[in-house]
């Protein structure tokens, strides 16, 4: 399991123009892929009168989880060349959309596998690229006497509370580092009347 990973900060746009037809990019951060369709549907709504949204993204710290899309443009000329810029970045969580306006000259295959790489680039080369460490939640219900414990053990761990909720029982959802995932379960299992729940 890897201790960290590369991706981008913050979303980003690009730029490619070749006889007319121009090529934008949009670049986003994500961290499922449920995250994708939404801002493609974004997009298209954007440009309603774009021919094609043409899509790559890479999740995961291992670079095996991930998805190219041509979007009607010839098999192989704008998924997989967008896909190759997020791997020649060395960046993972990341969505990258190229949308593609026609200029009414055919660029052929050689020209939108260019075309589709230069816009991905250009987008990619805006983002400035962050150091992440993958994060897993754990989610815990327990008496409000038990807060001190929870909390206590929080702290000494530095790990942090996505989120509170108090009623008969308080129910949180604690982030911590994914390699303390086990040490984090068993610390918590070990607490009087703490309760993980899956």
Same mark, same amino acid.
């Given at each position: 399991?890897?201790?960290?990973?590369?991706?981008?900060?913050?979303?980003?746009?690009?730029?490619?123009?070749?006889?007319?037809?121009?090529?934008?990019?949009?670049?986003?951060?994500?961290?499922?892929? $449920?995250? @994708?369709?939404?801002?493609? *549907?974004?997009? &298209?709504?954007?440009?309603?009168? %774009?021919?094609? /949204?043409?899509?790559?993204?890479?999740?995961?710290?291992?670079?095996?989880?991930?998805?190219?899309?041509?979007?009607?443009?010839?098999?192989?000329?704008?998924?997989?060349?967008?896909?190759?810029?997020?791997?020649?970045?060395?960046?993972?969580?990341?969505?990258?959309?190229?949308?593609?306006?026609?200029?009414?000259?055919?660029?052929?295959?050689? $020209?939108? @596998?260019?075309?589709?790489? *230069?816009?991905? &680039?250009?987008?990619?080369?805006? %983002?400035?690229? /962050?150091?992440?460490?993958?994060?897993?939640?754990?989610?815990?219900?327990?008496?409000?006497?038990?807060?001190?414990?929870?909390?206590?053990?929080?702290?000494?761990?530095?790990?942090?509370?996505?989120?509170?909720?108090?009623?008969?029982?308080?129910?949180?959802?604690?982030?911590?580092?994914?390699?303390?995932?086990?040490?984090?379960?068993?610390?918590?299992? @070990?607490?009087?009347?703490?309760?993980?729940?899956?």
């Amino acid at each position: 399991m890897s201790t960290s990973y590369l991706t981008i900060e913050a979303a980003t746009e690009g730029l490619f123009k070749d006889r007319g037809s121009k090529f934008l990019a949009y670049t986003y951060p994500i961290t499922h892929a $449920g995250e @994708v369709k939404p801002l493609l *549907e974004e997009l &298209k709504a954007l440009h309603p009168s %774009a021919r094609h /949204v043409c899509y790559a993204y890479q999740l995961g710290t291992d670079g095996n989880d991930y998805r190219a899309n041509d979007d009607g443009e010839p098999n192989g000329s704008a998924g997989l060349p967008i896909l190759n810029q997020i791997k020649s970045k060395e960046v993972t969580n990341v969505l990258v959309a190229v949308v593609r306006y026609f200029g009414g000259t055919k660029l052929g295959v050689s $020209g939108l @596998v260019t075309a589709y790489k *230069e816009a991905a &680039k250009d987008a990619l080369e805006q %983002a400035i690229v /962050v150091e992440k460490v993958p994060m897993a939640s754990i989610r815990l219900q327990f008496p409000h006497s038990s807060i001190g414990d929870v909390e206590r053990t929080i702290r000494q761990h530095n790990w942090s509370i996505k989120d509170q909720y108090f009623g008969m029982d308080c129910r949180w959802t604690v982030e911590v580092v994914e390699a303390d995932l086990e040490h984090a379960t068993e610390l918590f299992s @070990v607490l009087p009347d703490v309760i993980l729940i899956a």
